[in-house]
């Protein structure tokens, strides 16, 4: 059964930092693409940062590039956003999501970042 798990939210002041972890179990980690997305309250899920399975390449979304990093610990199962700067507006549930294309998609259960004024 896979699981993924994040960790590491919470309240935080503007202009500060906080790193999300996700725990993978139950998959070939290394094998698996991963990404954050997240849903502020009243909006759509949107993309915020992915890493590849391989290759590790990454890419991010216009509203987090240069404030936020995406990385990986094959070794521990573990995929990781640091998140600086922050903003109000990254207030949200960030949610861990494993792909291998063509099917098969997994999804945490989110934890909560609140970015006080």
């Known amino acids: 059964q896979v699981e993924l798990v994040e960790s590491g939210g919470g309240l935080v002041q503007a202009g500060g930092s906080l790193r999300l972890s996700c725990a993978a179990s139950g998959l070939t980690f290394s094998t698996y693409a991963m990404l954050w997305f997240r849903q502020a309250p009243g909006k759509e899920r949107e993309f915020v940062a992915t890493i590849g399975s391989s290759d590790r390449s990454t890419y991010y979304a216009d509203s987090v590039k240069g404030r936020f990093t995406i990385g990986r610990d094959n070794a521990k199962n573990t995929v990781y956003l640091q998140m600086n700067s922050l903003k109000s507006e990254d207030t949200a549930v960030y949610y861990c999501?494993?792909?291998?294309?063509?099917?098969?998609?997994?999804w945490g259960k989110g934890t909560l970042v609140t970015v006080s004024a």
């Open positions: 999501n494993a792909q291998k294309p063509p099917r098969l998609d997994y």
